[in-house]
């Protein structure tokens, strides 16, 4: 097998795995905040939805996870990581090079 190849397959897999523990995240999700929100309305003053404030900050979780997931990140985008590992990289060797001459 050539590398390339490996390294495809093992992006790919990691990438099914991102995909399946996000599903199982939602899936976890939305059977606790309904159980929350039947809790809610059948044991406490259904005037008040108090289950909304769990819902929403762990939505906010969620939609980070699914942003991350589904590569929706128009600030640190593949191209953005590649130029500032190419950035680290280049100032390194810059002081790799200024250290031989001390």
């Given at each position: 097998?050539?590398?390339?190849?490996?390294?495809?397959?093992?992006?790919?897999?990691?990438?099914?795995?991102?995909?399946?523990?996000?599903?199982?995240?939602?899936?976890?999700y939305?059977?606790?905040?309904?159980?929350?929100?039947?809790?809610?309305?059948?044991?406490s003053?259904?005037?008040?939805?108090?289950?909304?404030w769990?819902?929403?900050?762990?939505?906010?979780?969620?939609?980070?996870?699914?942003?991350n997931v589904?590569?929706?990140?128009?600030f640190f985008?593949?191209?953005?990581?590649?130029?500032?590992?190419?950035?680290?990289l280049?100032?390194?060797?810059?002081?790799?090079?200024?250290?031989?001459?001390?």
């Amino acid at each position: 097998m050539e590398p390339n190849y490996e390294k495809r397959y093992y992006e790919a897999k990691e990438r099914v795995k991102e995909l399946k523990d996000f599903y199982i995240h939602l899936i976890v999700y939305v059977l606790v905040i309904g159980f929350l929100a039947i809790v809610n309305f059948v044991f406490s003053d259904t005037s008040y939805p108090w289950f909304l404030w769990p819902a929403a900050g762990w939505g906010i979780g969620i939609a980070f996870q699914a942003a991350n997931v589904f590569r929706i990140n128009p600030f640190f985008d593949k191209r953005w990581e590649e130029k500032k590992v190419q950035q680290y990289l280049k100032e390194e060797e810059e002081k790799e090079m200024q250290q031989r001459w001390e």
